[in-house]
């Protein structure tokens, strides 16, 4: 057995040795393969991109071309080119014609000159470019046109020094005799910009083998093929270039292709030209062409042994020193090869190439060649993986007793393993059901802990809230027997009555522990508050509980009507006037004032006192049940809660602040939502009306107990509050909201 693996073991070797020796071939000849076909497709590609761009450009030129031949017929140019001499009148109406004309169609410019080349009207008539008046008899469009036929000419504009397209169409009178020519001039930037933003490299060269038209905006008005110096000269003169110099297109290797051949093409980087001015003298002071004679070189400057572009850097390129050899130290430009294309425009004389970065093809044939290498890799690899799994599975044999017997042992192993793990298991499970029975047991008695807390708050704030009228009750009762005493029946009748409302309002209050479990049996409604704050002053006045403190309250002459229950406000101010009156106790002048104002959407009530204000600790706490500041025995600390309770359950609030100096002392701001006089008293109360806060007066600092019931009883207007239910007992239920903010 184991000389039959180390025979299969050579016979592998020996396969990857000749697998790797042949993978170069293949790669060789997978990417010869596939760059003769690449190249057929791309030369199929780029003649059809090139007879794409072929037809745009001749779209974008004869888009105006029907303009002149259309003009050269129109009544107002027969009539004007009839003309012999005329006039800036004679010429107004045609120059808004043209001028209009050239706006909608989109043409540059739109003029027509007579049979001597002179300009006599124009779209441009109101600019400060106006061809009128200028003469182009030397262009040869205006040439063409005289000879009788349609003019086709690229050039830069003499007046304008924008290049353009100009198409030319003589003027017949008599349909015999050309009396003048019409002009369209249209300029191909949008072609051009078209072009360039459509990734790829196209150039048009003209007649001339001057690049006019091109994608790339650093290749354009320059020398594709070597203009002598003679020639280059007069171009260069003739200004139809504008000012460019005409530098020759920086070709390292290849030559343009013919028509339909592609070839390879490798170009320097170049950088955008920047035309330069050229010294020329144009004779009778007027542009030349380049088939015009009226040219004359500037003899200053025109010399075989000092040309206008010799001595100066072309497009990155060193210059040539006086033999022409190029300069060193400076840097060689970057190059790119292309694959190039062309194909003639017979009728302007212009051929229009198409550029294809060489890079293109490059990758795809290094993806070929890596996609052959690896393919013979895979190959090689599953040959060697097939001999290699032949001499596993003879070794498989040998390792198979020794695998069973292993797998045995890590059997007993992992079933040690698991029923040490089941037993743990077991122990968590158990462990985890005394946990939730503890915690059942604990949540139980939680709840039953939180009931006593809310019934041991709502005791404590009735018990203080019925020790006020306690209190007044024993005064009014000594006062009427005084009064009684002196035969006086008048006061005995009033402070009998203020006793009586005082039992009812008592029994209203002891009412909340009785119906504990239904809702109060009255709701708010329209409320004087100027009447319920002075029902307040009167209460403590007679009771004695503001001592010598002044109140300073100035009722307002309308009665201003907020949304309250009119017990429960008279009790907020109570509290409030008595707490401001033990606050301002030690005070000699001891002064307590109330005033009313109205904003926007609320009604604010200020009670103020001139005492010795609230501290900065005592801030934070300062409507939390049970807290006070008080000596033992004075106060429960239940006021302020039970005041904002109430106002809470009226849609309102109370907020407090310390008054400044000189006079310092609190001020607590009650709001109150304001209501009209000819409100119902069923106007319910928000979402805080059913808290323990709003019937108990009591506000929780960490949650509300809602009191609830199905159909609350509603009470007479003249018989006090019993605490009965129609429906019976209610039904105490809790409901648990977020502590207010402070």
């Not at 004869?62 to 004007?80: G, N, Q, V, W």
């Not at 007579?114 to 441009?124: K, P, R, V, W």
């Not at 003739?238 to 339909?260: C, F, H, N, Q």
């Not at 209190?471 to 009014?476: D, E, G, L, V």
Request: proline content about 5%.
């Amino acid at each position: 057995m184991l000389k039959t693996s180390q025979s299969v073991r050579r016979s592998a070797r020996l396969v990857l040795v000749g697998m790797l020796l042949l993978l170069p071939v293949t790669v060789f000849f997978s990417m010869q393969g596939w760059r003769d076909t690449r190249l057929v497709t791309l030369e199929e590609e780029g003649r059809n991109k090139l007879e794409l761009y072929r037809s745009n450009l001749q779209g974008a030129i004869k888009e105006h071309e029907y303009l002149p031949i259309t003009l050269a017929s129109d009544r107002r140019i027969l009539t004007l080119a009839g003309m012999h001499h005329p006039t800036a009148q004679d010429t107004s109406e045609v120059n808004r014609y043209l001028e209009k004309l050239a706006a909608d169609s989109g043409a540059s410019d739109i003029y027509f000159m007579d049979n001597s080349g002179e300009t006599i009207a124009a779209s441009n008539w109101n600019s400060n470019a106006s061809f009128i008046g200028r003469n182009f008899g030397f262009r040869p469009y205006f040439k063409q046109a005289m000879g009788g036929n349609t003019g086709h000419y690229f050039a830069f504009g003499i007046t304008s020094n924008v290049p353009g397209y100009y198409i030319s169409h003589p003027v017949l009178t008599n349909g015999r005799d050309i009396a003048g020519v019409m002009v369209v001039k249209t300029h191909l930037e949008t072609l051009i910009n078209r072009w360039a933003r459509g990734g790829e490299s196209v150039l048009v060269e003209d007649e001339n083998g001057i690049v006019i038209i091109s994608s790339h905006p650093e290749w354009r008005f320059r020398d594709l093929r070597g203009l002598p110096d003679g020639q280059r000269l007069n171009v260069l003169k003739s200004r139809k270039y504008g000012e460019y110099p005409l530098t020759a297109m920086p070709v390292i290797k290849g030559d343009w292709p013919r028509d339909g051949v592609m070839t390879t093409l490798e170009l320097a980087s170049i950088a955008p030209e920047t035309p330069v001015e050229h010294d020329t003298i144009i004779s009778d002071d007027r542009p030349a062409d380049v088939n015009s004679t009226n040219i004359a070189p500037n003899p200053a400057r025109s010399n075989a042994a000092n040309p206008p572009f010799a001595g100066h850097s072309v497009a990155g390129f060193p210059p040539p020193g006086p033999d022409g050899s190029q300069t060193t130290g400076v840097k060689t430009p970057a190059t790119t090869r292309y694959l190039t294309i062309g194909s003639t425009l017979p009728r302007q004389g212009w051929r229009i190439f198409l550029l294809t970065d060489k890079t293109v093809l490059d990758q795809s044939i290094l993806a070929a060649a890596f996609i052959a290498g690896a393919i013979h890799i895979i190959i090689m690899g599953t040959i060697f993986t097939l001999l290699q799994r032949r001499r596993a599975m003879l070794e498989q044999l040998e390792m198979r007793d020794w695998s069973q017997r292993e797998l045995e042992h890590q059997v007993k192993l992992r079933t040690a393993d698991l029923m040490d793990t089941n037993v743990r298991l077991a122990e968590e499970i158990t462990e985890r059901r005394r946990t939730e029975d503890a915690l059942r047991t604990a949540q139980a008695e939680l709840v039953q802990a939180g009931k006593l807390a809310a019934l041991g708050q709502m005791s404590a704030g009735i018990a203080h809230e019925i020790n006020q009228p306690l209190t007044a009750i024993r005064s009014y009762a000594d006062n009427a027997r005084q009064f009684f005493a002196r035969g006086q029946t008048e006061p005995v009748e009033r402070n009998l009555t203020r006793i009586s409302e005082l039992t009812e309002r008592m029994g209203r209050i002891t009412n909340h522990l009785k119906t504990f479990a239904r809702r109060p049996e009255y709701d708010s409604g329209p409320v004087d508050v100027a009447h319920s704050i002075q029902k307040a002053i009167d209460l403590v006045r007679e009771t004695g509980r503001v001592a010598n403190a002044v109140i300073d309250f100035t009722r307002p002459d309308h009665s201003i009507f907020v949304t309250a229950e009119e017990t429960q406000l008279e009790q907020v101010f109570v509290n409030l006037l008595t707490n401001a009156a033990d606050a301002s106790r030690d005070q000699d002048d001891a002064r307590i004032t109330l005033d009313i104002t109205r904003g926007i959407d609320r009604i604010f009530v200020r009670v103020s006192d001139n005492g010795s204000g609230i501290s900065d600790q005592t801030m934070p706490q300062l409507f939390d049940p049970f807290f006070t500041t008080k000596q033992f025995g004075d106060g429960l600390g239940l006021g302020l809660s039970i005041c904002y309770g109430i106002l809470r359950s009226f849609g309102g609030t109370i907020r407090a602040e310390n008054l400044p100096a000189p006079d310092g002392g609190a001020c607590f701001v009650v709001e109150l939502r304001p209501a009209s006089k000819a409100g119902t008293r069923n106007d319910r109360r928000n979402g805080a009306a059913g808290s323990t806060a709003a019937t108990a007066g009591v506000k929780t600092p960490d949650h509300e107990f809602a009191l609830r019931n199905e159909k609350p009883a509603i009470p007479s207007a003249t018989a006090p509050i019993t605490g009965r239910n129609e429906t019976g007992t209610g039904v105490f239920q809790s409901v648990l909201r977020p502590k207010d903010k402070r």
